[in-house]
Each structure stands twice: as structure tokens, then as C-alpha cells.
């Protein structure tokens, strides 16, 4: 006949130092995707800098990707994704998609663009 006695006192111990740890550091919630967007880039060599203006709610976010200085006319938003802290925007620059990527700490932010063949880093901040 076989005496079940417990939980070996080993055993006992991880469960309970296990049970006392202090939670992890929270999660924070995702990065909002409304509001406009300082950006600083270069394409082809010479400095971009713009902003980037998201508007609406999640399934409907739309906006407007605007480099200064005249080096490219306004660009619609077509879709913006949201995974943690990181906002992922497309829009149309004449026919060609262009992407940013921007991963967030706090209201800064840095990440790339690609535009056909063409890539980037691009760096900012929420304004």
C-alpha cells in the first residue's frame, strides 16, 4: 500500500518563494496613434524633416504624412497599425508605398521607412 505524505518540503518551499515574488513590471497599455508626429529623416542624402498627423479610432484611423520644405507634397495616410509601443503607418507617396515604422518610449520615438527600393532610420516626437 502506497502513503501519499504531501508535498515533498523542497517543493513546498518554491511554491510559497514563487507565490511571495513581486510581480514583473507592468505592461503598459498600447501607444495612442491620435495626434501629430514630429519626424526627422534623409532620403537620397539630404536631411527630411515633417510631421505626421493620424486622426479617428482603431479600424478607422486616417491622416496625412507632410514633409516641410517642399520636398514632397502631402501624403494620405492608408493604414495605421498599432502593436505595443510600436504605431506602423502606410500612405500613398504618388502611386508607391511608403512605410514607418516607430517604436515609442514615452512621447519620442525611432524606427525606419522603406519607399520602394529605398529605406531609412527616421527619429521624433509626439508634438
Known amino acids: 500500500m502506497r502513503v501519499n505524505r504531501g508535498i515533498p518540503p523542497v517543493a513546498l518551499a518554491g511554491l510559497v518563494a514563487f507565490a511571495c515574488s513581486p510581480p514583473g513590471p507592468p ?3 498600447p ?3 491620435v495626434g501629430t508626429f514630429f519626424f526627422q529623416t534623409s532620403y537620397q542624402g539630404q536631411p527630411v524633416d515633417g510631421t505626421v ?3 479617428g479610432g482603431e479600424g478607422n484611423y486616417s491622416g ?3 514633409p ?5 507634397p502631402p501624403m ?3 493604414s ?3 502593436e505595443g509601443q510600436t504605431i506602423t503607418i502606410t500612405a500613398d507617396f504618388e502611386g508607391e508605398l511608403l512605410s514607418f515604422t516607430m517604436v515609442f518610449q514615452g512621447d519620442a520615438y525611432a524606427g525606419s521607412w522603406t519607399l520602394g527600393s529605398e529605406y531609412g ?3 521624433g516626437s509626439r508634438m
Open 80 to 82: 495605421v497599425t498599432v
Open 68 to 72: 516641410h520644405g517642399g520636398v514632397a
Open 53 to 55: 498627423s493620424i486622426s
Open 31 to 33: 501607444v495612442d496613434p
Open 64 to 66: 496625412t504624412v507632410i
Open 27 to 29: 505592461t503598459p497599455a
Open 121 to 123: 532610420t527616421l527619429s
Open 76 to 78: 494620405p495616410i492608408t
